[in-house]
């Protein structure tokens, strides 16, 4: 599905993602989600708030143009045996 960037995006809803949610189960995820970007918020603002927080976080969250850990394949030898 491809989008044109110049439309508008329209809003979705959780009734619209979860529509086999009952009423009850749909007010309780959508509280949680609140409680959950409520959260991101405070920490985001308290990372932000403090300058060595802020350099401890861009640094951990930087881009790194190659991965530290290489993935390898399973010896499939020595996985037969036991």
């Known amino acids: 599905m491809t989008?044109?960037?110049a439309e508008p995006q329209k809003e979705i809803s959780l009734r619209e993602l979860y529509p086999e949610l009952s009423e009850t189960k749909?007010?309780?995820a959508?509280?949680?989600l609140d409680d959950?970007?409520?959260l991101a918020f405070?920490?985001?603002?308290?990372?932000?708030?403090d300058p060595?927080?802020?350099?401890n976080f861009e640094t951990l969250t930087a881009s790194q143009p190659h991965p530290t850990i290489e993935p390898k394949r399973s010896d499939l030898k020595q996985s037969q045996i036991t």
Do not use: V
Not at 42 to 47: G, P
């Open 36 to 38: 959950y970007l409520a």
């Open 52 to 55: 060595e927080a802020l350099a």
């Open 42 to 49: 405070r920490i985001w603002t308290r990372i932000q708030s």
């Open 3 to 5: 989008t044109n960037p």
């Open 26 to 28: 749909l007010q309780d």
């Open 30 to 32: 959508e509280r949680r």
